[in-house]
């Protein structure tokens, strides 16, 4: 049995485990591309550092045959 939190359209409240669950579906689809993203844009930061610390190794050997 589920029943309504007062002032929160979203979310019910299982009467037998006590536990407050979100109904939300479009705002949790809209969580999950946000993380998404994020993860996305972490990766590529990533990616992008790793490839700084070539050049910067690259640049030293340079440096040294110099």
Do not use: C, P, W
Not at 42 to 62: A, F, H, P
């Amino acid at each position: 049995m589920h029943k309504k939190v007062k002032g929160h359209d979203h979310l019910i409240k299982d009467e037998f485990s006590k536990a407050v669950i979100n109904t939300d579906t479009e705002g949790y689809a809209l969580y999950k591309k946000r993380r998404t993203l994020m993860q996305v844009k972490n990766n590529e930061i990533q990616e992008l550092k790793s490839e700084v610390s070539e050049l910067k190794i690259m640049m030293t050997k340079v440096l040294e045959k110099m």
